[in-house]
């Protein structure tokens, strides 16, 4: 049995994934519009209409745009806590088909097993995932200011990993057109993580089952994949992680898809890995 994961685009002006199992398919945020949700999908040959579920790790609209129009007029599932639910629905007039879980619950969407666990950002309620699978398990860090004895606990388990890497801090400092007020958000314990605090955590959560890191939300103006790359590979060097593979994501094109396979076990040992 195999599982299917691509990122289909990542950065400051949307951020949505998908993933695939033997009998679920599952979009992570959703915050590209209907349009390009759709286009993004068909171009790995899948379409919306066969979406079992949306999960939502929070309300801002680079995680949400598509909902108005793929969750509403397909009548997908759309899987967030009761604040961002609220929240969403300040934004989004169609009715959605609202799953609600509870912030630290573990909940099912057909073969898959869904944790969700709080980040610190701005937002009402926001949440990282940790999707477990028959191939492995997907963890899901997209914002989120500063990490958590918990976050780093529980992102120690994952196989594949979206790790936001949004900012270079020389970058952002020499920025001229944010004001201050803004770069003080981003800075903030309740922003955004930078290619150096993305490296910290990465090296904290490192382990011999860690397979692949997408960087992601990197920002247009204060980040570049170069840079995002270098700090992350540079610290993967320092820690001898070289069984690590680093990609980074983009704002305009999904990645390749990454299939995992599932591990099967004889007399002790692993004979088909990740």
Known sequence: MSVRFTPLGSGSAGNCSYLETD??????????????IRKRLESIGRTPERLDGILISHEHSDHTQGLGTIAA???????????TREAIEDQVREPLDFRIFNTGSVFEIGDLAVENFSVPHD????VGFLIRTSAGVIGALTDLGHATRHI??????ANVLLLECNYDRELLERDTRRPWSIKQRILSRHGHLSNDDAADLLEQ??????????????????????????????????????????????QGAPNDTFVLQQTIV?????????
């Open 73 to 83: 007029k397909l009548g997908i599932p759309v899987y967030c806590n009761r604040l």
């Open 152 to 157: 780093v606990e529980r992102a120690r388990e």
């Open 205 to 250: 959560v490192l382990h011999p089952d860690l397979r692949r890191v997408y960087l992601v939300h990197l920002s247009r103006d204060c980040n570049s994949p170069d840079l995002a790359r270098r700090a992350i590979e540079e610290r993967l060097r320092r820690t001898d992680a070289t069984h690590v593979t680093v990609e980074t994501t983009a």
């Open 266 to 274: 004889a007399d002790g040992q692993a004979l088909l890995p990740l």
């Open 23 to 36: 009998e679920t398919r599952l979009l992570i945020d959703a915050g590209f519009s209907g349009r390009q």
């Open 123 to 126: 937002a009402q309620d926001p």
